[in-house]
């Protein structure tokens, strides 16, 4: 490799830890609680940073990995995906004349979804290990965020006043969901590696995973989230292992049933969790779900009256005139909680054109076959979430997530 192309290695290389500790929040480590408040909730950087990878990449280089010629690509529902976002923006600029700040907000957020372009062209033609890069700076903000959390929970202080934890929720501790996408995308990228070579260390982190989504997030549903694509990617690379090869190996065929039941009873007791409120009546003085009935009835009234646009792509600040228009009467209503249907009421109904797109790319590969254990977990990350939370409100996480789809079945092995 030439000193040029090493050079814009490096430079792509840097540019992608940047990005990722960024979006991690610089793992709480700034003593100025306002300005990691604005890291987290800020994108233009990260968009910035993401095109001038790009810049760099798609200069002239060594050599270009090609995909095999199957290879999933969602290079084009990404780009429809950006350009319902424009529209989106144009249509709240120009049509409802509408400045609010978090216009530009929701489409940067939307347009962080350049970071697939960016892993994807890092990998095939500067040969970047992307995967290591993600999961070191992942395995660092676990370490690091959940630790000064724990520690907040005995003192009742951030030890770096880093975040204000009056802006944190509290449910059995301070919970910071900020993170939960990129930590179930770092669980599923282990898991799969530790299925495919079985290298205990992968196993060890997608544990550290869970435990930081267990004690951190606290967020039941994402849990729920996480044991179902490990359970599915467990029993499809054994069933995958046991048709193709004719024979199982000796961890999977001792720890098939202890496995089994150990995920259904987690899945259960979550799941329980999550539905008992509603068998017994007590969800009506549960703020959750009285936002999510809420939610569903008044977003489903706004597609109704603009199917085509929807609200429009924006959150608008607080005290802000149109903070009931987007929020409710009440002003608790967040399209973020209801997946799919939040994801119409603010882009219009091409956004369900473009979900199902992007799984029938997936199924179509596979007409005929099993689906695999590569991506089984994102699958199912990608269905569950849309039901609870919209992974079409964080642009990042998006292209995160359909990039290493794409990596794990076709692009590369992972040391």
């Given at each position: 490799?030439?000193t040029?192309?090493?050079?814009?290695?490096?430079?792509?290389s840097?540019?992608?830890?940047?990005?990722?500790?960024?979006?991690?929040?610089?793992?709480f480590?700034?003593?100025?609680?306002?300005?990691?408040?604005?890291?987290?909730?800020s994108?233009?950087?990260?968009?910035?940073?993401?095109l001038?990878a790009?810049?760099?990449?798609?200069t002239?280089?060594v050599?270009?990995?090609?995909?095999?010629?199957?290879?999933?690509?969602?290079?084009?529902?990404?780009?429809a995906?950006?350009i319902?976002?424009?529209?989106?923006?144009?249509?709240?600029l120009?049509?409802k004349?509408?400045?609010d700040?978090?216009?530009?907000?929701?489409f940067?957020?939307?347009?962080?979804?350049?970071?697939?372009?960016v892993?994807y062209?890092?990998?095939s033609?500067?040969?970047?290990?992307?995967?290591?890069?993600?999961?070191?700076?992942?395995?660092?903000?676990?370490?690091?965020?959940?630790?000064?959390?724990?520690?907040?929970?005995?003192?009742?202080?951030?030890?770096?006043?880093?975040?204000d934890?009056?802006?944190?929720?509290?449910?059995?501790?301070?919970?910071?969901?900020?993170?939960?996408?990129?930590?179930?995308i770092?669980?599923?990228?282990n898991?799969?590696?530790?299925?495919?070579?079985?290298?205990?260390?992968?196993l060890?982190?997608?544990?550290?995973?869970?435990?930081?989504?267990?004690?951190?997030?606290?967020?039941?549903?994402?849990?729920?989230?996480?044991?179902?694509?490990?359970?599915?990617?467990?029993?499809l690379?054994?069933?995958?292992?046991?048709?193709?090869?004719?024979?199982?190996?000796f961890?999977?065929?001792?720890?098939?049933?202890?496995?089994?039941?150990?995920s259904?009873?987690?899945?259960?007791?979550?799941?329980?969790?999550?539905?008992?409120?509603?068998?017994?009546?007590?969800?009506?003085?549960?703020?959750?779900?009285?936002?999510?009935?809420?939610?569903?009835?008044?977003y489903?009234?706004?597609?109704k009256?603009?199917?085509?646009?929807?609200?429009?792509?924006?959150?608008?600040?607080?005290?802000?005139?149109?903070?009931?228009?987007?929020?409710?009467?009440?002003?608790?209503?967040?399209?973020?909680?209801?997946?799919?249907?939040?994801?119409?009421?603010?882009l219009?109904?091409?956004i369900?054109?473009i979900?199902?797109?992007?799984?029938?790319?997936?199924?179509?590969?596979?007409?005929?076959?099993?689906?695999?254990?590569?991506?089984?977990?994102?699958?199912?990350?990608?269905?569950?979430?849309?039901?609870?939370?919209?992974?079409?409100t964080?642009?990042?996480?998006?292209?995160?997530?359909l990039?290493?789809?794409?990596?794990?079945?076709?692009?590369?092995?992972?040391?």
């Amino acid at each position: 490799m030439s000193t040029s192309n090493r050079r814009k290695k490096s430079l792509v290389s840097l540019l992608l830890i940047f990005t990722l500790v960024y979006i991690y929040g610089f793992f709480f480590l700034i003593p100025i609680p306002t300005l990691t408040r604005g890291i987290i909730f800020s994108y233009s950087p990260i968009v910035l940073a993401c095109l001038v990878a790009l810049i760099i990449s798609n200069t002239k280089s060594v050599k270009e990995i090609k995909a095999q010629q199957d290879s999933v690509s969602f290079r084009s529902p990404i780009v429809a995906y950006i350009i319902l976002n424009v529209v989106s923006l144009s249509y709240l600029l120009i049509y409802k004349g509408i400045t609010d700040q978090t216009v530009f907000t929701g489409f940067s957020n939307a347009l962080c979804v350049i970071i697939y372009f960016v892993l994807y062209d890092a990998y095939s033609r500067l040969q970047i290990n992307v995967w290591k890069i993600f999961n070191i700076v992942s395995v660092l903000a676990i370490l690091i965020i959940g630790f000064q959390i724990l520690l907040a929970d005995k003192s009742n202080h951030m030890i770096l006043n880093s975040y204000d934890l009056a802006n944190l929720g509290y449910r059995d501790g301070y919970r910071v969901t900020f993170f939960d996408s990129l930590i179930l995308i770092f669980i599923f990228n282990n898991f799969i590696c530790f299925m495919n070579k079985f290298q205990w260390r992968r196993l060890l982190f997608s544990f550290v995973g869970l435990l930081f989504i267990i004690f951190i997030s606290q967020t039941r549903s994402v849990l729920l989230i996480a044991f179902l694509g490990i359970l599915a990617t467990y029993i499809l690379k054994t069933s995958e292992q046991a048709v193709t090869e004719k024979k199982v190996s000796f961890f999977s065929l001792a720890t098939f049933i202890p496995f089994i039941v150990v995920s259904i009873f987690m899945i259960v007791a979550i799941f329980t969790q999550l539905y008992e409120p509603i068998k017994d009546g007590t969800y009506i003085n549960d703020g959750s779900y009285f936002a999510r009935l809420g939610e569903i009835s008044y977003y489903w009234d706004a597609i109704k009256v603009n199917p085509l646009f929807g609200l429009g792509n924006f959150s608008v600040t607080p005290g802000s005139i149109f903070w009931q228009q987007v929020h409710g009467i009440t002003g608790y209503f967040y399209t973020q909680d209801i997946g799919l249907l939040g994801d119409t009421a603010r882009l219009g109904i091409f956004i369900v054109v473009i979900f199902l797109w992007i799984v029938g790319l997936i199924l179509i590969r596979h007409k005929g076959r099993r689906l695999s254990y590569e991506f089984v977990g994102y699958f199912v990350f990608f269905l569950f979430a849309l039901g609870n939370y919209s992974l079409f409100t964080n642009g990042t996480a998006l292209g995160l997530l359909l990039f290493f789809v794409t990596y794990h079945k076709y692009l590369g092995e992972v040391n």
